[in-house]
Nanobody
Framework: VQLQAFGGGSVQAGGSLRLSCVGSGRTVSDYTIGWFRQAPGKEREFVAHIKWGGNKTSYGDSVVGRFTVSRDNAKNTVYLQMVRLRPEDTATYYC????????????????WGQGTQVTVSS
C-alpha cells in the first residue's frame, strides 16, 4: 500500500485540525495504519493507530482524549482528528502501515507517507 498524508497547517492553541492518510494500491483496512509525529530535534513518536480488520484503536499518552483516529473504507482513507491542540503538538505527522496487530513501534511500520506539517502557536 502507498500512503499520502494531507491536512496539516497552522493553528492557534486550542484549535483543531483533521489529517488524512490516503491509501492507494491496496486497501487500508487490510493494515494497521499508524500515525507518528516528529518534532525538530526529537525522535519520532507514536501518536495513534487503527487496527486492521475492525475499528480498534490505540493512542499515545500525550494525545489520549484529544485525538481520534478513524477509517473510511469507501475512501480508502484514515483520519486523525485533533482537537484542543497544544504548542507541543507541533511536528511533522506521518502515516504508515503494518500487518502486525499489536504494535506501536515505528520499526514495525512501513509504507511511510511523505508527512504533513502541523504548527500550533500559543
Amino acid at each position: 500500500v502507498q500512503l499520502q498524508a494531507f491536512g496539516g497547517g497552522s493553528v492557534q492553541a486550542g484549535g483543531s485540525l483533521r489529517l488524512s492518510c490516503v491509501g492507494s494500491g491496496r486497501t487500508v483496512s487490510d493494515y494497521t495504519i499508524g500515525w507518528f509525529r516528529q518534532a525538530p530535534g526529537k525522535e519520532r513518536e507514536f501518536v495513534a493507530h487503527i487496527k486492521w480488520g475492525g475499528n480498534k484503536t490505540s493512542y499515545g499518552d500525550s494525545v489520549v482524549g484529544r485525538f481520534t483516529v478513524s477509517r473510511d473504507n469507501a475512501k480508502n482513507t484514515v483520519y486523525l482528528q485533533m482537537v484542543r491542540l497544544r504548542p507541543e503538538d507541533t511536528a511533522t505527522y506521518y502515516c504508515a502501515a503494518t500487518t502486525r496487530y499489536y504494535t506501536n513501534s515505528e520499526q514495525d511500520f512501513g509504507s511511510w507517507g511523505q508527512g504533513t506539517q502541523v504548527t500550533v502557536s500559543s
